[in-house]
């Protein structure tokens, strides 16, 4: 365990505090359990004094908020976790690609419209595989509006709105199979960047597989974002095709080299596995090459050449053919360290920062010195499509050693690097400067991606840093053999790291987070007006008010406008006949903080969150006759347990 050599002086003025309180014959203030005080309590507990600091560095008094928000991806669970910093306290989960029962994501009302935009061939998808959250950026500083995050099993886009932390919208393309370079964006937020990873041929074709290097292709979508609005705007996205590589991660060009986005790659042997075929696996095809290749893409002269027509459209997405990239200088490729995994550019926007799963090193590339001998013509040849290609030494600036198998970078704006090393389980400091290495501490265990507070911007925090670690081993009380993640926070802000907090992740592999200051952020209290729609804009043609509630049928169905209020639905009875569409209208006409009910219709699969000023609309067929009671299901008052009703469907 690192300690560290500061004395406490605090302990001992909180212990003679509380010795003086204790011995106060008036005090009523009884001895803990563990001891009279908080010597004590630090002996019975066996704490050293390192534990007692990174406890009082990240313990909040209640009612106190955290310095920083972070957004974790919640890996299988599809969803998305908020987590305060320091305390590692979660604070919701964002519902995102798969149902959420007490958000009511998914269980009746639009939010289900957002879910279904999310099918893939024809296929509801109750799941998805999140790695890499990307937060709005404006200047290349996270601005706290939006929330952006991929699927990379099924290759769809999510918009989250950070002033309610809903789901707004979902895009999926069936250009791509799958994706891993997702989500990043570029420095004002103009695209949302999506990079296919497993390469298959473009829109969803079938192809066989010995045509793999003439009909397979990877490609990097640029989803064009309305910031006003908060959507993506489909029809003016575009995508460049790729050579048929594994693209890894990406990351965007930011200050002078803002307009670029560079991504890298594994497999460019294009071995595509068939083992029981007398075929090496894939592991020891892709893994031949001594050099992978770095992808060096003018995104702000592709957004010119898209806007000038030379695309061709498959699956509804406008794409840049390989050769067109090649004919206009959009693309370059420079050799990288043999499997290549994170991607990091520089706070300052000068160096790419990237990592090798089986090297040792950090290799810092010079984006002035790729754009200058792109800007030569000073290729040392061609990839199979014709590709031009930099030459490595010209390229970098240096590379750090830093242990076996150096992943993902972060920065604390101190001119510092943090390079996660899985089989190593550490986390490396290094300087930017010299490139050597300052400091090292473990982690538990096999560190993936990591996270800084606002690591990812111009102007990083330092301060925390958190390990993203994939399985906690032996960290936490067992649950069997499906191991937790484990998030360990680090104190990042001396020169020696310490750590402060371990904190099981027990629903996914998270692979990526980003944390973000925390009155960057400007969440609503209530929807206001009231009958605001959360997935439309402003107040709800069928918004409710006092007094206007009714049942109507229509050539439709059967409508209802319903208010919630404490403690009850108008109306409160509603009969419809076997077999009628029922569409529901349900205002919660309430405007104070804490008036939120739910709406729950047993055996409908229907559940409502109904937080104060929102209105939902609903549509269900009530399919078998009976008396099915509804009623609210959030603890809203003292007769929450009378905020009921009856659905009454009568036999035709
Ligand atoms: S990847 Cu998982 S540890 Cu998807 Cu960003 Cu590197
Ligand atoms: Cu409304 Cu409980």
Not at 29 to 39: E, K, Q, T
Not at 178 to 195: L, Q, R
């Given at each position: 365990m690192t300690t560290r050599s500061r004395s406490l002086p605090w302990l001992c003025v909180a212990t003679v505090a509380v010795a003086a309180s204790c011995g106060d014959p008036g005090s009523s203030?009884?001895?803990?359990?563990?001891?009279?005080?908080?010597?004590s309590i630090v002996a019975e507990r066996n704490l050293s004094e390192a534990d007692v600091q990174a406890a009082v560095q990240t313990y909040m008094p209640t009612g106190r908020h955290d310095d920083y928000y972070?957004?974790?991806?919640?890996?299988?669970?599809?969803?998305?976790?908020?987590?305060g910093v320091p305390s590692m306290r979660i604070l919701k989960y964002i519902a995102v690609f798969t149902p959420e029962p007490w958000q009511g994501y998914g269980y009746g009302d639009e939010s289900g419209d957002v879910l279904k935009a999310g099918d893939r061939a024809g296929t509801t998808l109750t799941w998805a595989d999140t790695h890499h959250p990307a937060l709005s950026e404006s200047g290349g500083d996270y601005d706290g509006r939006y929330l952006f995050i991929g699927d990379k099993a099924n290759p769809r886009m999510a918009v989250i709105d950070l002033r309610d932390f809903m789901t707004k919208q979902i895009v999926a393309s069936e250009l791509l199979q799958?994706?891993?370079?997702?989500?990043?964006?570029?420095?004002?937020?103009?695209?949302?960047?999506?990079?296919s990873q497993y390469p298959a041929p473009l829109g969803g074709r079938f192809a066989p597989l010995e045509q793999f290097d003439t009909e397979y292709r990877g490609a990097m979508i640029f989803w064009k974002f309305d910031k006003e609005k908060g959507r993506i705007v489909e029809?003016?996205?575009?995508?460049?095709?790729?050579?048929?590589?594994?693209?890894?991660?990406?990351d965007a060009g930011k200050k002078g080299s803002d307009g670029w986005v560079f991504c890298n790659s594994i497999n460019t042997e294009?071995?595509?596995?068939?083992?029981?075929?007398?075929?090496?696996?894939?592991?020891?095809?892709?893994?031949?090459?001594?050099?992978?290749?770095l992808h060096c893409i003018n995104w702000r002269k592709a957004e010119q050449v898209a806007k000038a027509g030379k695309t061709e459209t498959i699956a509804k997405m406008r794409v840049i053919r390989m050769q067109t990239a090649i004919d206009e200088g959009l693309l370059y490729l420079v050799p990288e360290p043999k499997s290549p995994h994170g991607v990091d550019i520089t706070p300052d926007g000068e160096d790419i920062v990237v990592g090798g799963k089986l090297d040792t090193h950090c290799t810092v590339f010079s984006i002035a010195k790729i754009r200058a001998l792109a800007e030569q013509k000073k290729f040392i040849g061609r990839d199979p499509y014709g590709i031009p290609i930099l030459d490595f030494k010209e390229s970098i600036r240096g590379q750090c050693e830093i242990g076996l198998g150096p992943l993902h970078t972060q920065f604390d704006g101190q001119g510092n690097a943090y390079t996660s090393v899985f089989i190593e389980s550490v986390v490396a400091k290094w300087s930017l400067k010299d490139l050597k290495l300052i400091d090292k501490i473990d982690t538990h265990f096999n560190i993936g991606h990591l996270c800084a507070a606002e690591g990812d911007t111009v102007s990083p925090d330092g301060k925390y840093l958190i390990a993203m670690n994939k399985w906690a081993l032996d960290r936490f009380a067992p649950v069997g053999p499906l191991l937790p993640q484990n998030f360990q926070l680090v104190d990042i802000g001396g020169q020696k790291m310490t750590r402060l907090y371990d904190m099981p992740i027990p629903l996914g592999e998270p692979h990526y987070a980003q944390m973000i200051k925390a009155d960057k952020l400007k969440p609503i209290e209530v929807y206001s007006p009231i009958g605001t729609n959360p997935f439309h804009e402003g107040v709800d043609k069928d918004a409710v008010t006092a007094g206007k509630e009714r049942i109507e049928r229509k050539d439709d169905g059967v409508h209802v406008w319903m208010t919630t209020v404490r403690s009850h639905f108008t109306p409160d009875i509603v009969r419809v006949k076997e077999g009628d569409v029922v569409h529901l209208h349900v205002t919660n006409v309430e405007q104070a903080h804490d008036a939120t009910h739910g709406l729950a219709i047993g055996s409908h699969n229907i559940n409502l969150s109904l937080e104060p000023g929102k209105h939902s609309n609903v549509v269900f067929t009530a399919k078998r006759a009976g008396v099915y009671p509804f009623y609210c299901t959030e603890f809203c008052s003292a007769l929450h347990l009378e905020m009921a009703g009856y659905l009454l469907v009568e036999p035709r």
């Open positions: 203030a009884a001895p803990s359990a563990l001891g009279s005080d908080v010597r972070t957004f974790a991806s919640g890996g299988h669970g599809g969803n998305i976790i908020v987590i799958s994706e891993h370079g997702a989500a990043f964006v570029t420095p004002d937020t103009d695209y949302v960047i999506e990079t029809d003016q996205s575009f995508a460049i095709e790729l050579p048929p590589y594994m693209q890894d991660l990406a294009r071995a595509w596995g068939g083992i029981l075929e007398g075929k090496p696996s894939l592991e020891s095809g892709s893994t031949q090459n001594d050099m992978d290749y």
